[in-house]
């Protein structure tokens, strides 16, 4: 953040754009903030050889790569994957499910955690607080794997979930996995139960810089709980919400495919498969590189659209934003 | 072989081959003090012509061998001991070895995550004793096979030899095509005689192994017979004793038993299948010709079976069968665990599966005794059939790579794997410790084998990869050779067996192969079909779409492309049954 505010205040103060003077302001700007240079170098480093470097990579969308031939000798095919993938009849089912599933995720699963902190600050003990923390983010060290396995058994025919839902419904189900609308809940309700704790931590982290005489203050104007959490806290940790958010609708087209194939079966395929499921699944047939860096490649520039969009309008309306 | 040979050569191949007869005990041809290339060539085509002197009757039948015994055929090529028990003789031409030089192979493969150190693996040793070839395995990471293999491809450092070579993206033809394995067509004959001859035995063998154009990409496990079907029904003994009931052959008589169990207690008689696509098994839609997907019709042209005309009647009773609850409800949901664990309880009677499977989690665990039944007719007197069919290709394949440095000692080294003496040694490990061989010549695990008795304690499953290979580019002898078939009291050998020898496979597809254009167009309409039709089969057997909508299946299938998908398979079918 703190890299950010500088770099703006840097961009404000170059624009005379005289060049001597700019020279000499990023000269001074060296001199005075070395250490923060520095300590931003590996991560500008890591940039540069991880995320930059092998983009070029992307090419391979455009040819059908060979690995042993490697990218130069591979032939060019133009836009064929793009076209296998836009004309397929499943194209549209599968965006859809994965814009929905990540709208989900959005609506219920970005809240969760900032209601979780909120909470959690209200406590005064802090045996509880600790406590409660430690079982909440506990989920997010046990592997996917397992986390669907725990799944299955709960929503089984007998298990727990199944056993309350047709108790509160009075319906009788049988396993919950098989029914196109529980996917969803399914999906995004075990997703907050794994990372909800992980996720309340850079918020509460948020809350514990907050100043103490903002309370104080309204204590004496004999102000709420409820009030303080409203006026107060939330409006404190606002720039983290709203970075945070702004990533995550840049990921609204993003989807992993394990957590779905560990999940899905053919009953509920029109539901929960997904764009990266549906490629996974053709590539167990041919293993096509070209073919999922194409169809990556898409996602990733609706991705970038979509963040871009967002932090335009979040720039329009509010303080921070990420550029 | 037709190469005209100058007088210079005959001369020297003669003096040669007199030296060899000299020094024929010791199977070593003499090292020419001057090896220009053709010279080579010359002294290659020369057999060292070993004969071994015949220890049948020692060996034969022999429950207690000394140890002077053991060491014989241990560490000797001799193999007069064994006897011809196939149909087709496997070949013992030694001629290769032991190969001279200081030869250190690399070999590529993925490890079984029971052995994780395969340089120390016995038969390896054996084989280097017996082969003069020293191996370098290089195993990646468990689980991260796909990672490290493309990796090695994409970094052109190819090792020797590389096990499993389909894995090249588009496969094992595509691999070749992109100059990454080496095409042996040529070099077979000359280098690697034992595979050459075992996979002239027969004609199924020859078709299976080489490409449509006729090229011989590298070698294949073959067996010495089309290996038993693996995969059918069964039924709890004890479900047939409470209902009175004989083995159901039709499908009537399949849903008379299956609601005399639920009568008796068995909630949901038939587990029925599961996400890894259970309901597609080829047993219940088979007996209406309704196949998983596709087969061969009585023409022996490429049909589709989800778009055959009794689909709907399969259908319609599913979701019959479904709707009385002869069905476990989370057919469509349970993944395997929750499969076997519903297959242990007193809800199940009838699993679809595998009896070597079913045999651990029936039997060894649970002593749950049970029998196979056939694949369900719809007349009484119809013959059963099924899809699963082995076309005698088995084990695991391997490929020779272009960056090969010792291309002949490569070959001579997997050549092995197809020689008697080979057969033995990866089949069932050591000589005395491991098995003993019958009075007919065949290998077999004794009671105090390593193979049941680890002195480090590793259960079956364990020592069959510990003391022998159990997947190999070599000559798989399953049947025999498995332990967890040829153990005392098995009876999952006898099923498959009785079922290998009742059932119809004319329908199964042989392994056919795609050209590149093909691939992939194959993988985009087999993708789309195949999402289709897990859908409406699993939402009309479920119930929530009537059977009628097969109807609209079928029409979004043609629209797919369905006529294109089955021409594909069609012309690549018809390019096989031109090999």
């Not at chain 1, 609308?181 to 996720?199: E, K």
């Not at chain 2, 032991?98 to 150190?117: E, H, Q, R, T």
């Not at chain 2, 002239?200 to 078709?207: A, G, L, P, Q, V």
Request: net charge negative; glycine share 6%.
């Amino acid at each position: 953040m703190e890299i950010l505010r500088k770099n703006r205040e840097i961009d404000h103060v170059r624009t005379p754009s005289e060049p001597k003077n700019a020279k000499r302001l990023i000269q001074k700007d060296l001199k005075k903030n070395w250490f923060v240079y520095l300590m931003a170098l590996p991560v500008v480093a890591w940039f540069i050889i991880f995320c930059y470097g092998p983009m070029w990579g992307v090419m391979i969308a455009f040819k059908d790569f060979k690995p042993l031939l490697g990218f130069a000798d591979s032939d060019w095919v133009g836009f064929k994957h793009f076209i296998d993938f836009f004309s397929g009849p499943y194209f549209w089912r599968v965006v859809k499910n994965t814009l929905l599933l990540n709208v989900w995720g959005i609506v219920f699963g970005f809240t969760a955690p900032i209601i979780l902190a909120l909470l959690l600050n209200e406590v005064r003990s802090s045996k509880f607080k600790r406590t409660v923390q430690t079982i909440t983010y506990m989920p997010h060290f046990i592997s996917l794997v397992v986390v669907c396995g725990i799944i299955h058994i709960f929503t089984a025919n007998e298990g727990v979930v199944t056993q309350l839902l047709s108790f509160i419904t009075g319906k009788d189900y049988s396993s919950l996995l098989g029914y196109s609308n529980l996917f969803r809940p399914i999906y995004t309700f075990s997703g907050i139960w794994q990372s909800i704790g992980w996720d309340s931590i850079i918020y509460l982290a948020a809350m514990s810089s907050i100043d103490p005489s903002l309370y104080e203050a309204a204590d004496i104007d004999g102000v709420g709980r409820v009030k303080k959490m409203w006026y107060i806290t939330l409006p404190q940790i606002s720039p983290v919400i709203i970075i945070l958010f702004i990533f995550a609708i840049g990921g609204l087209m993003a989807s992993g495919y394990e957590k779905i194939i560990l999940l899905y079966n053919p009953l509920i395929y029109d539901t929960a498969d997904v764009i990266a499921s549906y490629v996974y699944r053709r590539g167990l047939r041919e293993a096509s590189l070209s073919y999922s860096t194409a169809v990556g490649l898409i996602s990733s520039i609706v991705n970038f659209g979509l963040l871009w969009m967002t932090n335009t309008i979040v720039k329009r309306r509010s303080e921070s934003s990420l550029w | 072989m037709n190469r005209t040979m100058k007088p210079l050569f005959t001369l020297l191949f003669i003096s040669i081959l007199i030296i060899s007869m000299v020094t024929a005990c010791s199977g070593k041809a003499k090292n020419e003090p001057d090896n220009t290339v053709t010279q080579e060539e010359g002294v290659s085509k020369e057999k060292n012509e070993v004969t071994f002197e015949n220890i049948s009757g020692d060996i034969r039948g022999n429950k207690a061998p000394t140890q002077e015994q053991i060491d014989e055929v241990n560490s000797t090529l001799n193999d007069t001991y064994l006897g011809d028990v196939f149909e087709e003789v496997i070949p013992s031409d030694y001629s290769a070895y032991p190969v001279k030089g200081d030869v250190v192979l690399d070999v590529w493969m993925p490890a079984n995550s029971n052995i994780p150190d395969m340089n120390n693996h016995l038969v390896q040793k054996q084989v280097e004793k017996l082969t003069g070839i020293k191996v370098n395995f290089i195993t990646p990471p468990v689980g991260q096979e796909a990672d490290a293999f493309t990796l090695m491809i994409s970094s052109g450092e190819l090792p020797d030899i590389i096990i499993d070579p389909g894995r090249y993206p588009g496969g094992f033809e595509a691999g070749v095509n992109d100059g990454a394995y080496l095409d042996l067509t040529d070099l077979m004959e000359e280098h690697a005689p034992n595979y050459t001859a075992w996979r002239n035995s027969d004609e199924t063998r020859r078709k299976t192994t080489v490409t449509d154009d006729g090229r011989l990409l590298g070698f294949y496990g073959i067996a010495p017979y089309s290996e038993w079907i693996w995969f059918g029904t069964l039924i709890k003994q004890e479900a047939l004793d409470k209902t009175g009931l004989p083995i159901p052959t039709t499908i009537d008589e399949w849903y008379e038993f299956l609601k005399k169990s639920k009568e008796v207690g068995y909630k949901a008689p038939l587990n029925y299948g599961s996400t890894y696509g259970q309901i597609f098994t080829g047993i219940i839609n088979g007996a209406y010709g309704v196949w998983d997907w596709t087969f061969l019709d009585e023409n022996g042209k490429v049909a589709w079976g989800p778009a055959q005309p009794k689909a709907k009647e399969y259908l319609a009773t599913m979701q019959q069968w479904n709707k009385e609850g002869l069905l476990n409800r989370d057919w469509a949901t349970a993944d395997f665990n929750q499969r076997m664990a519903s297959a242990i309880s007193d809800d199940t009677a009838v699993m679809m599966d595998s009896p070597d499977t079913m045999w651990s989690y029936w039997k060894v665990q649970n002593d749950i005794d049970f029998v196979g039944a056939l694949n369900p007719v719809l007349n009484k007197g119809d013959k059963s059939s099924t899809t699963y069919k082995n076309f005698k290709r088995t084990g695991t394949s391997a490929a020779i790579t272009t960056q090969s440095k010792n291309v002949e000692a490569a070959m001579a080294w997997l050549d092995f794997n197809f020689s008697k003496k080979g057969w033995e040694l990866i089949n069932f490990g050591e000589y005395g410790t491991v098995h003993l061989v019958d009075e007919q010549g065949m290998p077999y695990y004794p009671e105090n084998s390593y193979i049941y008795n680890d002195p480090d304690g590793q259960p079956v499953d364990v020592t069959l990869w510990k003391y022998r290979w159990h997947s190999w580019p070599n000559i798989r002898d399953e049947h025999h050779a498995n332990p967890l078939i040829s153990a005392k009291g098995s009876y999952s050998g006898d099923i498959r067996k009785n079922w290998t020898e009742n059932m119809d496979t004319s329908m199964a597809m042989p392994p056919i192969t795609f050209t590149k254009d093909e691939a992939s167009r194959e993988a985009e309409l087999g993708n789309q079909l195949s999402t289709l039709r897990g859908e409406y089969f699993a939402k009309i057997i479920m119930g929530e779409l009537p059977v009628d909508a097969y109807d609209k299946f079928l029409k979004e299938a043609q629209s797919m492309g369905l006529d294109e998908f089955i021409s594909l398979h069609q012309a690549a079918l018809d390019r096989y049954n031109q090999r």
